[in-house]
């Protein structure tokens, strides 16, 4: 192309042209990430102020790099704006439930230390699951602050959420009940948020035909998680129990009689597992009666539920406890990381 007087006329489409009219208020973006870094680092003492201060004065450099700033608009903003196109056409969003979910993610963006694209995500993993748009909606705050609270990737922690609340048949603005839940029984025993991930798709459906609540499911859990299962073996090993209490084969059904143990209650309905493990361990069942009673490779867990038998039911109550993920929230929110991931979210709303 000939070049004349050294300029190049530039044909601009339009959608590009809206990138480039976006570039020329960077440097107020830069300005409102500088004010936003200074007031985050005013809100740290101690060893970590020098550090946070250096950040602070770093922001200054931004200003002479804005090539860099501008790959980074393209990136972040196409990034958000295609995953919440993704979630609008897997959950049929309408015009309205769209805009509500645009807002919600770029409010987490903005007020917690993950970015609006990452909200995004977990968006789509509860809308592939299934959700709808209301139900997303109702569900990422708990979605959110379970992840945050765990420091676990949050598209795993959407993927686990779908599960329980699915497996439980729970409605989706009980996502938060089912994040205190997770948040309570990790921090009570040796589960962790990926040996939660590994078993709560074996047992969450089984246990909710059962008319076993969440909460005796996580204590079951937790219990077996103190004992050294892995998170698959306790999924499995508890299912396996749950089906051989209330379907038993015949040797099982003559062992129970034996030690006279009834697993049903006048109405044909489980009994509580505490209340049938705690008769089991005053019938003095010992390991080759359990060998009889429950599959061979439930044994190890059935064991260890009669051993804590009379101790699931307290704990189960205490599991539900509400306002854990607020708890452990604030207090996450109050940690250096943190502060500098508030920093990172707040730079990524000004692009």
């Given at each position: 192309?000939?070049?004349k007087?050294k300029?190049?006329q530039?044909v601009?489409s339009?959608?590009?042209?809206?990138?480039?009219?976006?570039f020329d208020?960077?440097?107020k973006?830069?300005?409102?990430?500088?004010a936003?870094?200074?007031?985050?680092?005013?809100?740290?003492?101690g060893?970590f102020?020098?550090l946070?201060?250096g950040?602070?004065?770093?922001?200054g450099?931004?200003?002479?790099?804005?090539?860099?700033?501008?790959?980074?608009a393209?990136?972040?903003?196409?990034?958000f704006?295609?995953?919440?196109?993704?979630?609008?056409?897997?959950?049929?969003?309408?015009?309205?439930?769209?805009?509500?979910?645009t807002a919600?993610?770029?409010?987490?963006?903005?007020?917690l230390?993950?970015?609006a694209?990452q909200a995004?995500e977990?968006?789509y993993?509860?809308s592939?699951a299934?959700?709808?748009a209301?139900?997303?909606?109702?569900?990422?705050?708990g979605?959110?602050?379970l992840?945050?609270?765990?420091?676990?990737?949050?598209?795993?922690?959407a993927?686990l959420?779908?599960?329980t609340?699915?497996?439980?048949?729970l409605e989706?603005?009980?996502?938060?009940r089912?994040?205190?839940?997770?948040?309570?029984?990790?921090?009570s025993?040796?589960?962790n948020m990926?040996?939660l991930?590994?078993?709560m798709s074996?047992?969450a459906?089984?246990?909710?035909s059962?008319g076993?609540s969440l909460?005796?499911?996580?204590?079951a859990m937790?219990?077996?998680?103190d004992?050294?299962?892995?998170?698959?073996?306790?999924?499995?090993?508890?299912?396996?129990?749950?089906?051989?209490?209330?379907?038993?084969t015949?040797e099982a059904?003559?062992?129970?009689?034996?030690?006279?143990?009834?697993?049903?209650?006048?109405n044909?309905?489980l009994r509580?597992?505490?209340?049938?493990?705690?008769?089991?361990?005053?019938?003095g069942?010992?390991?080759?009666?359990?060998?009889?009673?429950f599959?061979?490779?439930s044994?190890?867990a059935?064991?260890t539920l009669?051993?804590v038998?009379?101790?699931?039911?307290?704990?189960?109550?205490?599991?539900?406890?509400?306002g854990?993920?607020?708890e452990?929230?604030?207090l996450m929110m109050?940690?250096?990381?943190n502060?500098?991931?508030?920093?990172?979210?707040?730079?990524?709303?000004?692009?």
């Open positions: 192309m000939a070049v007087d300029s190049v530039i601009v339009a959608e590009v042209k809206k990138v480039l009219d976006a208020s960077a440097g973006g830069i300005t409102k990430f500088g936003e870094t200074e007031r985050i680092g005013k809100a740290i003492d060893a102020a020098p946070m201060k950040l602070t004065v770093a922001v450099a931004i200003t002479g790099a804005m090539a860099a700033l501008a790959k980074a393209l990136n972040v903003g196409g990034d704006e295609l995953t919440m196109k993704r979630v609008a056409g897997v959950s049929s969003a309408s015009q309205e439930e769209f805009a509500a979910l919600k993610a770029e409010e987490l963006g903005e007020t230390p993950v970015t694209s995004a977990a968006m993993s509860l592939s299934g959700m709808s209301k139900e997303t909606l109702g569900a990422i705050d979605v959110v602050g992840s945050i609270a765990q420091n676990y990737d949050l598209a795993e922690s993927n959420m779908t599960a609340i699915r497996g439980f048949g989706a603005d009980q996502a938060g089912v994040a205190d839940v997770f948040n309570n029984v990790i921090s025993s040796m589960m990926q040996k991930n590994d078993a074996y047992v459906p089984v246990a909710k059962l076993i909460e005796d499911t996580a204590a937790g219990k077996l998680a004992s050294g299962l892995r998170g698959e073996q306790i999924g499995t090993a508890l299912r396996a129990i749950m089906l051989s209490l209330v379907d038993p015949a059904a003559a062992e129970l009689d034996k030690l006279g143990v009834t697993v049903t209650d006048v044909g309905k509580p597992l505490d209340d049938i493990f705690q008769d089991l361990k005053a019938a069942m010992d390991a080759a009666e359990a060998v009889r009673i599959d061979k490779r044994v190890a059935a064991l009669m051993e038998s009379g101790s699931l039911d307290e704990y189960a109550e205490r599991l539900g406890k509400l854990r993920t607020q452990l929230l604030s109050d940690t250096f990381v502060r500098v991931k508030a920093v990172s979210s707040a730079y990524e709303a000004t692009l």
